[in-house]
């Protein structure tokens, strides 16, 4: 199956889990990583002015949570106990939660994987060729992931296939908006000077794709091994980045 690119699209927005990168890295790996090392990491760096502020919008997080009725784990002291911390930050990652605190310090646990060398990011192998092939028709490439920008750097810069970032434009995370709200994606575009029309988001979930066209963003459903079924029959779909045609 192959999809034909619009002339006038100028920029390639990418998902990462489920597109560029298989489910299992981020589940199987990335969750499980965090996990086990958070009480670590937050005892040794819980006094750094940026996990400081991690903990600030976790505490604003957590308020909204016992307001919304979800009965998350006692916050205790001022501030937080690291015990208390541990408990909560484990709970909103057994609701595979997308809160903004979590993500900023998941990323920050996992930047220590990478550097350590304990963290190696897989990619589909038609990633790298695909990411050349559009610089070099002067597509911009950027990435929308509800992992954190510092996140979503990391694993780019530390893939199977070597360093990446250099193809790769800009990244956006949840602090732009959800991406399932077609205000996400108008930001996006107007951040980064493009009308939406000439924006393509290849993502593996539909409702994402659904907000991303309510925008007025060009789609594409991509299929990858171990992916959640997705109805396919709304939107052009794709295997891998070789069957988007070259334009």
């Given at each position: 199956m192959?999809?034909?690119?619009?002339?006038?699209?100028?920029v390639i927005l990418l998902d990462v889990e489920g597109?560029?990168?298989?489910?299992d890295f981020v589940c199987k790996v990335l969750?499980?990583?965090a996990r086990a090392h958070l009480r670590e990491f937050l005892a040794e760096q819980g006094g750094s002015e940026q996990v400081r502020k991690d903990f600030a919008v976790l505490c604003h997080q957590h308020a909204e949570d016992k307001t919304g009725g979800l009965d998350p784990p006692p916050l205790l002291g001022s501030p937080a106990e690291l015990d208390s911390m541990v408990r909560y930050v484990n709970w909103l990652m057994d609701r595979d939660s997308k809160a903004t605190g979590l993500k900023s310090l998941q990323g920050k646990i996992w930047e220590l994987g990478y550097q350590r060398g304990e963290l190696?990011?897989?990619?589909?192998?038609?990633v790298p060729v695909a990411l050349m092939r559009w610089r070099d028709r002067q597509k911009e490439v950027c990435i929308f992931s509800s992992g954190s920008v510092l996140a979503q750097k990391q694993l780019f810069a530390h893939t199977v296939a070597g360093d990446?970032?250099?193809y790769i434009g800009e990244y956006f995370d949840t602090n732009i908006g959800n991406k399932r709200s077609p205000q996400?994606?108008?930001r996006i575009a107007e951040e980064l000077q493009h009308r939406p029309g000439s924006v393509v988001f290849i993502s593996d979930t539909t409702e994402e794709l659904d907000a991303a066209q309510q925008a007025g963003v060009e789609t594409?459903?991509?299929?990858?091994?171990g992916n959640r079924s997705?109805?396919?029959d709304r939107y052009s779909v794709i295997h891998i980045f070789d069957e988007i045609l070259r334009v």
């Open positions: 192959t999809v034909s690119l619009k002339a006038d699209i100028h597109t560029t990168t298989h489910l969750f499980p990583f190696l990011a897989h990619v589909f192998p038609d990446l970032t250099s996400s994606y108008k594409i459903l991509c299929i990858r091994p997705q109805p396919m």
